[in-house]
């Protein structure tokens, strides 16, 4: 169950190094089974002696109700590499106890959701690579309506109902991952963090190769957002930007 994930992994992986995007070499994590609609990535805490990740993706009940490769494949930048995998081993290597420790949601699901644009961007896929783009787009789409909810239910005092429909009116999202998101939105406010921290992200990728220029590299941008753990995006600006 586990073979197309993690030879998606291994497939990242290799256009990670072709490409120069990261100084750390990342491995990949277990994959396991099973988990219900969706996928999720889990590793051990900061200071464990002995590290372990698991990616979690859904087990479809038949073939025709499996994820597209190429939306897995985003899932997989997302959630495996170069997403929450490879920024869970840089915190591991933060600088001082208090960075391993203080995250900050919009940093790591704005990684997580910047990861996936980032490859669509550089043109993984090969032979399906306007596929993948299509499927982090309709993935980017859903993360500004959650975003857009959050904001709805928590400060505008709108009905799950009032949110359900802007998921599959505006949103254009199946009536069931509308129905869903809409709830989930009420115990989860904080789902407005991967399109946030993501456009927090690319500003400030933005700011630094303006301020570089043609000596701009994007594998040194890479390593000095994630080398202080995982604050809130505005705090690095001092750092990355130095």
Do not use: N
């Amino acid at each position: 169950m586990c073979r197309q994930p993690s030879a998606g992994m291994s497939a990242i992986a290799a256009h990670l190094s072709t490409h120069g995007f990261q100084t750390t070499k990342s491995g990949k994590p277990s994959c396991a089974m099973p988990v219900d609609r969706f996928a999720a990535f889990s590793s051990s805490g900061p200071f464990a002696a002995e590290p372990r990740a698991h990616f979690y993706v859904t087990l479809p009940a038949s073939p025709a109700e499996a994820l597209p490769w190429a939306t897995l494949a985003a899932l997989t930048a997302h959630e495996a590499i170069p997403g929450h995998h490879l920024q869970a081993l840089h915190l591991r290597r933060a600088p001082t106890r208090v960075q391993r420790t203080v995250t900050s949601l919009t940093f790591l699901e704005g990684w997580g959701h910047y990861a996936e644009t980032l490859m669509a961007d550089h043109g993984y896929g090969g032979a399906q690579v306007d596929a993948v783009r299509a499927a982090v787009h309709r993935r980017s789409l859903l993360c500004a309506c959650r975003a857009r909810a959050a904001v709805a239910l928590h400060t505008e005092g709108r009905s799950v109902a009032e949110v359900e429909r802007l998921f599959a009116e505006r949103c254009r999202q199946p009536a069931a991952v509308a129905r869903e998101q809409a709830r989930r939105g009420t115990v989860h406010p904080w789902y407005f963090a991967y399109a946030v921290g993501r456009a927090q992200l690319e500003t400030l990728r933005d700011e630094a190769r303006a301020q570089a220029g043609a000596a701009f590299d994007l594998r040194s941008f890479h390593d000095a957002v994630l080398g202080h753990g995982a604050p809130p995006v505005p705090l690095l600006r001092s750092r990355v930007l130095a």
